[in-house]
């Protein structure tokens, strides 16, 4: 579905990306873990083609996408759910639900994807007139997952969809994924919740410093000492 190879990417005259190869397959959910300051932004912004690609190569669904803008990665089937969710504020919920909808091929399952989104979080039903802004943390995260859903993807890129809720509100989060996932959705989540993140990934990329450092399912990350004491806070799967 999505291949990365050899990726290169910086920010002026300084490197942020090294050398980065990773896949994820048809169905399946791949997480790329690693502390702040890694490079995991980075690198799914680069996938999603909002930055420049230095060296490397992109493909996607057997296509080379390397020197694709990013509306025509949106055009292929790849949505993104940015780190911070990046809501229209003053926009109603169901107006922000439906700017997920502008590729050509999700404009004509609009009312039915709508009534999907709605389905998956009901809170967003009764706030659908309510401005994006007012609501809490936990529901803009909804939101933001659910006007990606709107854009009928193949692939979903998720960049740290727990960062600053309440526990309760990520396992709701976390279910969500699950059940878009079962859907037969591809997903790469980006996430630093380690024993959320190992969950429900198939397989798990750790990136520091711009690198790939380890890769494999997360048990067989979860094995290696250096690697769990280093990179996953010696957590305990």
Not at 99 to 125: C, D, H, Q, T, W
């Amino acid at each position: 579905m999505l291949e990365v190879e050899s990726l290169h990417v910086g920010y002026g005259d300084a490197p942020a990306l090294w050398d980065v190869t990773l896949e994820v397959r048809k169905g399946e959910i791949v997480s790329v873990l690693g502390p702040n300051g890694a490079g995991k932004t980075t690198l799914v912004n680069a996938i999603a083609r909002l930055l420049p690609i230095r060296r490397g190569a992109l493909r996607f669904a057997g296509e080379d996408v390397t020197a694709l803008a990013a509306q025509d990665m949106c055009n292929r089937g790849v949505a993104l759910i940015p780190e911070g969710r990046r809501l229209f504020v003053k926009l109603s919920v169901e107006e922000n639900l439906e700017l997920g909808s502008f590729r050509r091929a999700a404009r004509a399952k609009r009312a039915e994807a709508l009534e999907r989104v709605y389905a998956m979080f009901p809170i967003l039903r009764e706030r659908r007139r309510q401005f994006a802004g007012t609501l809490s943390g936990g529901q803009q995260q909804m939101l933001a997952i659910g006007r990606a859903v709107m854009a009928q993807p193949r692939l979903l890129l998720i960049d740290e969809p727990s960062l600053g809720l309440a526990p309760l509100v990520v396992e709701q989060v976390f279910e969500t994924i699950r059940k878009i996932h079962a859907e037969g959705l591809s997903i790469l989540l980006i996430e630093q919740n380690v024993t959320k993140a190992f969950e429900i990934a198939e397989r798990a990329y750790v990136l520091d410093g711009g690198r790939i450092v380890g890769h494999g399912k997360p048990a067989e990350l979860e094995a290696q000492p250096h690697i769990r004491e280093a990179y996953l806070g010696g957590a305990q799967v």
